[in-house]
């Protein structure tokens, strides 16, 4: 069956620019049967937004971005089932050995209900701003990703790559998930990067929203997973389906029209963004209620 997620982006418009009301919001998600929330990531921004790679960029500079592991905390709080998860975290900007344990309480205070989205982002600025080089930044979400996982199930715990050394460390508390937290990568689909998702993740989410041109990127995923020995069904992907907008809005039955064909393309999971769809939280319960449907449709 396929999932359905809900990105927070954006919501506390409806607050007067408060974010702390966001956790009624995830209440409300999970009571209506929503299966994901997650959340957006930028550290800092810097002025030039012309390298955005998907067109002009959504938000403006004083728009604030909130810190991702920090509210996904505060949601653990106030709900019990949903998952918590981002779209996408910037690994390289958070030190491996920090991120794994950020990521393990987060784990442990949700009971086990985190699947992280991870990438590298797409502004050299913001590493330039953290102190992080922005060469390098794939092989060092790789290093992170092992280091993760290596503290996540061994003490003491030896590590030697280009980015991160340690030896006989050790690293409390551990997920509460035994398997570990499964990891989602935020990369675009070229060879080597199908072959690190093959390699190093549990689920993929794309920036494609076309039907017919992502089937063949996840059917090539697909063949990776398998030369790795792996399941594909056992691997999630994650994908928004592309605004379609009447009378100069967003439509959300127009938009989730194109679900049908992403599920047949390999989506197994189907993301929204309720600020799009919604005036204001009054909107939130019945925007759920019709996106669950798209599970028996």
């Given at each position: 069956?396929?999932?359905?997620?809900?990105?927070?982006?954006?919501?506390?418009?409806?607050f007067?620019?408060?974010?702390?009301?966001?956790?009624?919001?995830?209440?409300?998600?999970?009571?209506?049967?929503?299966?994901?929330?997650?959340?957006?990531?930028?550290?800092?921004?810097?002025?030039?937004?012309q390298?955005?790679?998907?067109?002009?960029?959504?938000?403006?500079?004083?728009?604030?971005?909130?810190?991702?592991?920090?509210?996904?905390?505060?949601?653990?709080?106030?709900?019990?089932?949903?998952?918590?998860?981002?779209?996408?975290?910037?690994?390289?900007?958070?030190?491996?050995?920090?991120?794994?344990?950020?990521?393990?309480?987060?784990?442990?205070?949700?009971?086990?209900?985190?699947?992280?989205?991870?990438?590298?982002?797409?502004?050299?600025?913001?590493?330039?701003?953290?102190?992080?080089?922005?060469?390098?930044?794939y092989?060092?979400?790789?290093?992170q990703?092992?280091?993760?996982?290596?503290?996540?199930?061994?003490?003491?715990?030896?590590?030697?790559?280009?980015t991160?050394?340690?030896?006989?460390?050790?690293?409390?508390?551990?997920?509460?998930?035994?398997?570990?937290i499964?990891?989602?990568?935020?990369?675009?689909?070229?060879?080597?990067?199908?072959?690190?998702?093959?390699?190093?993740?549990?689920?993929?989410?794309?920036?494609?929203?076309?039907?017919?041109?992502?089937?063949?990127?996840?059917?090539?995923?697909?063949?990776?997973?398998?030369?790795?020995?792996?399941?594909?069904?056992?691997?999630?992907?994650?994908?928004?389906?592309?605004?379609?907008?009447?009378?100069?809005?967003?439509?959300?039955?127009?938009?989730?029209?194109?679900?049908?064909?992403?599920?047949?393309?390999?989506?197994?999971?189907?993301?929204?963004?309720?600020?799009?769809?919604?005036?204001?939280?009054?909107?939130?319960?019945?925007?759920?209620?019709?996106?669950?449907?798209?599970?028996g449709?």
């Amino acid at each position: 069956m396929t999932q359905i997620a809900i990105g927070l982006y954006g919501a506390q418009q409806w607050f007067g620019g408060e974010f702390a009301p966001v956790g009624e919001l995830a209440r409300v998600a999970e009571e209506q049967g929503v299966d994901a929330i997650s959340l957006t990531d930028h550290v800092v921004m810097g002025e030039n937004l012309q390298n955005y790679p998907y067109g002009p960029f959504p938000a403006p500079l004083d728009f604030p971005w909130f810190e991702p592991l920090t509210v996904l905390a505060m949601l653990a709080g106030v709900t019990q089932r949903i998952r918590l998860s981002t779209g996408v975290l910037i690994a390289p900007l958070r030190p491996a050995v920090l991120l794994a344990k950020q990521l393990a309480t987060l784990d442990v205070l949700s009971r086990g209900r985190v699947s992280i989205g991870l990438g590298v982002g797409w502004q050299k600025e913001e590493y330039d701003a953290s102190g992080i080089p922005w060469e390098g930044r794939y092989t060092r979400l790789e290093e992170q990703i092992q280091v993760c996982r290596l503290l996540w199930s061994q003490a003491p715990a030896d590590f030697s790559g280009s980015t991160v050394q340690f030896r006989r460390i050790h690293a409390w508390p551990r997920p509460q998930q035994p398997q570990g937290i499964p990891i989602w990568l935020g990369l675009a689909p070229s060879e080597r990067n199908i072959e690190r998702m093959a390699r190093y993740a549990d689920g993929w989410i794309p920036m494609e929203q076309d039907p017919q041109r992502l089937a063949p990127m996840i059917a090539a995923l697909h063949a990776a997973l398998r030369r790795h020995g792996r399941d594909p069904a056992q691997f999630t992907v994650r994908v928004v389906p592309r605004f379609v907008f009447s009378a100069g809005a967003p439509d959300l039955e127009a938009t989730l029209a194109a679900v049908p064909d992403l599920v047949r393309a390999g989506a197994t999971m189907i993301e929204l963004f309720p600020s799009a769809f919604c005036r204001g939280a009054d909107d939130f319960p019945a925007f759920c209620r019709r996106f669950a449907q798209i599970r028996g449709e």
